[in-house]
């Protein structure tokens, strides 16, 4: 929060309505000069800027530090349908995008309400089909999609009874790369007595499940995850688990130590990053724990410059450590993030 | 003798539970303290003085004396809510006092924080909270796959936070497993169960405009009134800190830190001239709505005086390179300050 090096004194964020247009929300920062610390404006319905000042103050009840500095001034291009209400996450994003507490590019367009916006809960979105807009990378909030502000940063809701987690993983193809993310979401896993020990492993493997992926990816998933549980020692039989996928294509594996660590922070039996988890290896042996090397260490590692934000967390494996390019960390720390080189997963 | 006997009777098996289960107790009038502990006398305006060790306590009218127990004590603290299979078991314990301050930090935590007794648990609670809170906002780093040089930098941070914040020091610090008295999968499987209660016990309430910047209840007078003491305690010690901290060769954030320590005056002037909770004008009562504004106002000044011990803590390990960064967040603080005390003086909604 500290050491960002450039906030934006105005952010835009769309809102695209059921009915195919759209909204226009515009947040700007301006020094507070003993003003309200948010001022809203909607053309002719005052009753609506004082809703999505309520909105906006209540969602920054979950931020852990607050500035009293500025004045952010949130308008609407125009004023909302009766009773739509889509529009709600589209200002709180603008709202922490013009603070600098999300990356100005996080959300271009989002869509989506809530009725505990101070808990982070997002409840669903109002456009009739997901589909309509997946294209233009719409936001959307609801359980198909963002289900709770911390999901930005891949952080579950603390007082959720499923614990989901999301991290990322570096994607390169040619000059274009991008980052893809994989979510872990856990369910307690209500044990029937006397499983025999014998065939845990298998059971294990029962219980995870990656809708959406076809058999081999699946497979993958499943073994990735049995192993690193069982490294764990403590998570066998307790839970029941379903991964997603970011809709990117992708080949190779070197998505799993990004998949390993989101499932060791759903089951809370690891260290949270302030900011995201951006993972890049593989291993041949997560029974063990070991992390093995992954192909692209120099696209990779510009893509991580470029996209790195505050509090993320770079794991890399270990070998990379002497290949990677001049200034690597010292940049990351500038930029507020940190990178570490692991041989293994583990506490420390 | 036997008015004596029986005075002190009472105490007796809660005296016995000091460094174990209790870290501070308030003694009656005239009571020694136990073995191996040592006394503070808190006066009413909040000076603290320590005795010298197993001597009957003289307290004047008006004064609390405290015997704590220097421990040690140790206890597992979990630094992060969503992960509460892991623990850091950190033991830690009440240092010799500081020759060189003129008031000891956990002194003044006595004075300002605690009322009566201070259990281990309260306290175990209070420093994790302080631990979540600088995690959280990046003072203090603990990321997954911790290096050895980071680990060694958080323990550093660490100690110097908890001997700021509550002037403890910290012996020992390990990253345990608490799978053994935690397990995460029962308690969401608990929590599941309760939203499902809840859910058929209430229909969702709307939210009403009272629920929007106060989601949960609480008693404005108690709260306040423990802000308030808060306050007036430990800014005038958080400005001593700030002049001790660090003396900054560069003019310019010799300058920041000047305008910081007269703004932090003014604060302090501010609190010390605050009107009362329940008073709009002398003689003139205030709407319950508008003392639970105050006070949350105050509530979250002492959010503030968080921020600010824990700034402190990184400021005396901070070089002269790493102070234009600390004064901007000095200067949030501060500014954070200026506004709540601003809104708890108020007796209306801002513009």
Redesign the interface.
């Known amino acids: 929060?500290?050491?960002i090096p450039t906030r934006p004194q105005t952010v835009q964020c769309r809102c695209p309505l059921a009915d195919g247009a759209e909204l226009v929300l515009t947040a700007t920062r301006r020094a507070?000069a003993?003003?309200?610390e948010v001022k809203c404006s909607v053309p002719d319905d005052p009753r609506l800027a004082e809703r999505m000042q309520?909105v906006v103050?209540?969602a920054r009840?979950t931020e852990?530090?607050?500035?009293?500095?500025d004045q952010v001034v949130l308008s609407i291009d125009r004023r909302p349908p009766l009773a739509e209400r889509g529009w709600e996450l589209a200002a709180v994003l603008a709202d922490r995008m013009v603070r600098g507490l999300l990356r100005p590019g996080a959300a271009g367009a989002a869509n989506g309400w809530s009725?505990e916006w101070?808990r982070g809960r997002v409840g669903g979105h109002t456009l009739a089909s997901a589909a309509s807009c997946s294209q233009g990378g719409t936001l959307l909030g609801g359980p198909a999609g963002l289900a709770h502000l911390g999901l930005l940063s891949g952080?579950?809701d603390?007082?959720?009874?499923?614990?989901a987690v999301r991290a990322w993983f570096p994607l390169h193809s040619g000059e274009a790369g991008s980052l893809g993310w994989v979510e872990v979401s856990?369910?307690?896993?209500?044990r029937a007595a006397g499983q025999a020990g014998q065939d845990d492993a298998l059971e294990e493997e029962q219980t995870i499940a990656a809708p959406g992926q076809d058999a081999a990816r699946q497979l993958a998933v499943r073994q990735a995850l049995c192993g690193a549980r069982h490294f764990d020692g403590?998570a066998t039989g307790?839970?029941r688990t379903a991964v997603r996928f970011s809709p990117h294509a992708m080949v190779g594996r070197s998505w799993e130590l990004a998949l390993v660590?989101a499932d060791?922070?759903a089951?809370?039996?690891?260290?949270?990053?302030?900011g995201r988890?951006i993972a890049s290896g593989c291993s041949d042996a997560w029974h063990a724990g070991r992390v093995d090397p992954v192909d692209g260490v120099h696209p990779k590692c510009a893509l991580l410059l470029r996209e790195a934000a505050?509090?993320d967390?770079i794991?890399l494996p270990r070998t990379w450590e002497g290949q990677l390019p001049d200034g690597f960390a010292e940049q990351l720390r500038a930029q507020?993030a940190?990178v570490?080189c692991?041989e293994r997963?583990?506490?420390? | 003798m036997m008015l004596g006997f029986l005075k002190r009777a009472p105490s007796a098996p809660d005296a016995c539970e000091l460094g174990r289960s209790l870290v501070a107790l308030a003694l009656p009038v005239g009571a020694a303290p136990p073995a191996s502990c040592q006394a503070v006398v808190v006066a009413q305006d909040g000076r603290t003085r320590r005795l010298q060790a197993a001597r009957r306590i003289e307290a004047r009218a008006g004064e609390t004396a405290y015997a704590f127990h220097p421990g040690p004590y140790t206890a597992d603290l979990v630094p992060f809510e969503t992960a509460p299979e892991i623990g850091l078991r950190t033991s830690f314990a009440i240092d010799a006092p500081d020759p060189q301050a003129s008031q000891q930090r956990f002194d003044l935590y006595l004075a300002a924080e605690v009322a009566g007794r201070l259990e281990l648990g309260a306290l175990a609670a209070a420093i994790e909270g302080a631990l979540r809170h600088e995690l959280a906002t990046g003072g203090l780093e603990l990321p997954p796959c911790t290096t050895l040089d980071e680990w060694n930098a958080f323990r550093q941070g660490l100690n110097q936070l908890l001997y700021m914040r509550f002037g403890l020091t910290v012996d020992d610090c390990l990253p345990v497993d608490l799978g053994d008295v935690r397990d995460y999968a029962q308690e969401l499987a608990a929590r599941a169960a309760r939203q499902e209660q809840a859910a058929l016990a209430a229909a969702p309430l709307e939210p009403s405009p009272m629920a929007v910047s106060n989601p949960e209840r609480f008693d404005p007078a108690a709260e306040d009134a423990r802000a308030m003491r808060r306050l007036f305690l430990e800014l005038p010690c958080l400005m001593c800190g700030l002049r001790l901290a660090a003396m900054p060769a560069a003019p310019q954030q010799f300058q920041r830190q000047q305008a910081l320590l007269q703004r932090l005056d003014l604060v302090s002037v501010a609190v010390n001239a605050m009107p009362a909770l329940e008073l709009a004008a002398p003689g003139q009562a205030l709407a319950p709505e508008a003392r639970l504004r105050r006070a949350r106002h105050s509530r979250r000044a002492c959010v503030s005086l968080d921020e600010a011990w824990a700034l402190l803590a990184r400021l005396r390990q901070a070089g002269e390179a790493g102070l234009p960064l600390l004064y901007d967040e000095a200067e949030r603080i501060v500014a954070n300050l200026e506004a709540d005390c601003e809104g708890r003086r108020r007796t209306g909604e801002e513009s």
């Open positions: 929060m500290n050491n507070r003993g003003r309200a309520q103050r209540l009840l852990p530090s607050f500035d009293s500095r009725d101070e952080h579950g603390p007082a959720a009874a499923v614990s856990v369910h307690p896993l209500a403590r307790r839970w660590m060791r922070l089951r809370g039996r690891d260290f949270v990053p302030r988890l505050a509090g967390r794991l507020g940190s570490a692991v997963i583990g506490l420390i």
